[in-house]
């Protein structure tokens, strides 16, 4: 199975400022074949069902706002809120697609400093 | 505008089978592009894949729930379920079902775009 790591477990940041959220994986998910990296972000707030952020490491589903983005490759990523808003505050989640079983990062939950 | 709900039992005991249904509407399930996945989340905690289906019913499951676990789909109905046996509190979860697209390479499936507002599944006697 691959495990991912995601870091750190929480973090508070002022209203404006960048948050950076990291997932590392086990092995690769960058599938040599098509070049992509087989890497997705999700946000959960309380009470919801998760929401798909970003996928291929890197693009932003429809609807998502611009101050989201995601970048890495290989084995590492990032997930960058570039400047917070209130209503970001969630649990974000990273999870790999390359192979089965499909499995998710522990989450990494995001408040207001 | 593609909806997904979850529906069942909210309270099963010790050692008993958790059937969940998941509905499908404004789409059909019978989609050469989608499969069709349960994930679950324990309170607190984080995000489990159970496994998933496609519309022709081959099917795929995490194996670490595999020897418990069957999930079928019903085209007639636009529905897939979920049985899980010997269930014990460490099933105690918010169930989700979820789409997935349809893809290429090894898993053969891609990322979860589509979510259910989730069921509470509570195992206790």
């Known amino acids: 199975d691959i495990v991912m790591t995601q870091s750190p477990d929480s973090l508070a940041v002022s209203l404006g400022e960048r948050a950076t959220i990291n997932c590392k994986s086990s092995q690769s998910v960058l599938y040599r074949s098509n070049n992509k990296n087989y890497l997705a972000w999700y946000q959960q707030k309380p009470g919801q069902p998760p929401r798909l952020l970003i996928y291929?490491?890197?693009t932003r589903e429809s609807g998502v706002p611009d101050r989201f983005s995601g970048s890495g490759s290989g084995t590492d990523f990032t997930l960058t809120i570039s400047s917070l808003q209130a209503e970001d505050v969630a649990v974000y989640y990273c999870?790999?697609?390359?192979?089965?079983?499909?499995?998710f990062g522990g989450g990494t939950k995001v408040e207001i400093k | 505008q593609l909806q997904l709900q979850e529906s069942g039992p909210g309270l099963v005991k010790p050692s008993e089978t958790l059937s969940l249904t998941c509905t499908v509407s404004g789409g059909s399930i019978k989609s050469s592009s989608y499969y069709w996945g349960w994930i679950r989340q324990p309170p607190g905690k984080g995000l489990e894949w159970i496994g998933s289906i496609y519309y022709s019913g081959r099917t795929d499951y995490n194996p670490s729930l595999k020897s418990r676990v069957t999930i079928s789909v019903d085209t007639s109905k636009n529905q897939f379920s979920l049985k899980m046996s010997s269930v014990t509190a460490a099933d105690t979860a918010v169930y989700y079902c979820a789409r997935q697209l349809n893809g290429y390479g090894t898993s053969g499936y891609y990322y979860f775009d589509i979510w259910g507002q989730g069921t509470m599944g509570t195992v206790s006697s």
């Open positions: 999870q790999q697609y390359y192979s089965s079983p499909l499995t």
């Open positions: 291929w490491a890197s």
